[in-house]
C-alpha cells in the first residue's frame, strides 16, 4: 500500500477527529495517553541480523502504522493552525 493511501485510511477512521482535538493539547499534557504503542526493547528483541554494528545509544524500534498516524496528527495541526482553515471551518459549520 502506498503512503498516500495509508494516510488516507487513517485520516478516515472514526477515531481520527478525536485525535485533533488532542492536537490542540500541548505535548507535556498529553504525554501520559493510555494505549500508547512505545514498547521498550532490548538486544534480543532486534532482528536477527545479528552483524548489525550499533552503538551504545539509546535507540527506538516504530511501526508503520505509528509513522502514518504521525504523519497524519502533524498534517492536521499544521492544517488547523493556519488562518485559511479557520475561514474553511466557518463556512463549512454554516451550511
Not at 26 to 51: I, R
Amino acid at each position: 500500500m502506498q503512503l498516500c493511501d495509508l494516510l488516507k485510511s487513517r485520516v478516515q477512521c472514526s477515531d481520527f477527529l478525536e485525535k485533533l482535538e488532542c492536537a490542540r493539547v500541548p505535548v507535556s499534557e498529553n504525554v501520559s495517553e493510555e494505549g500508547s504503542s512505545w514498547d521498550m526493547v532490548n538486544d534480543n528483541d532486534l532482528w536477527e541480523d545479528k552483524d548489525v554494528d550499533l552503538d551504545q545509544e539509546d535507540y527506538v524500534l516504530v511501526r508503520q502504522e505509528d509513522i502514518v498516524e504521525g504523519i497524519a496528527c502533524f498534517m492536521a495541526a499544521y492544517l488547523l493552525s493556519l488562518k485559511q482553515t479557520k475561514v474553511l471551518e466557518i463556512l463549512v459549520s454554516g451550511i
